[in-house]
């Protein structure tokens, strides 16, 4: 195999070198997304107005993952912690899914937290937010998913 020289390989490509080869990009589980249209326009409307005069502390888009079983898993548009150091999920909505609504239902069973699905309404409606569901946890539960996993395997191994 012969030696190709600085020439050689501009002839080769057409004009200059290239500066280093390119690395084939590892595949990643899941490429992260922003904001779409109305996920903007509620965190522009109603979570950074409310964040700047104290109703809420912090807020952050796509930030909390919550394990709902085995490898279901829901990841809620925003999370939002009150000045009362309350975590709640907010998830805007087009139209409702069947599965986002079993989702957040099932969320809402499992963790201790406030789930809201909300839809843009139309300016000729006068515009703002609509509560599609507003689900408030009634009791904290007796067991995290993730002891109930533990104590699954741990039967699991012993049966």
């Known amino acids: 195999m012969a030696n190709w020289t600085e020439k050689d390989l501009q002839t080769y490509y057409g004009k200059a070198t290239p500066s280093a080869p390119i690395a084939p990009t590892p595949p990643s589980a899941k490429a992260p997304r922003g904001m779409n249209s109305w996920e903007s326009c509620y965190a522009r409307e109603e979570l950074e107005p409310r ?19 085995g490898a279901t898993f829901y990841t809620p548009d925003f999370a939002v912690l009150t000045s009362q150091l309350r975590l709640e999920f907010h998830e805007i909505k087009g139209f409702e899914r069947e599965d986002s609504a079993v989702k957040i ?8 937290f406030r789930f809201t699905m909300l839809r843009k309404r139309k300016v000729k409606d006068g515009g703002g937010w609509d509560i599609i569901r507003d689900l408030v946890p009634t009791a904290v539960p007796s067991e995290s998913p993730s002891e109930k996993d533990a104590k699954r395997s741990d039967h699991e191994q012993l049966g």
């Open 51 to 69: 964040r700047i005069v104290g109703e809420i502390l912090w807020w952050g888009f796509e930030a909390i993952k919550l394990r709902l079983a």
């Open 105 to 112: 239902k099932v969320a809402a069973a499992l963790f201790p």
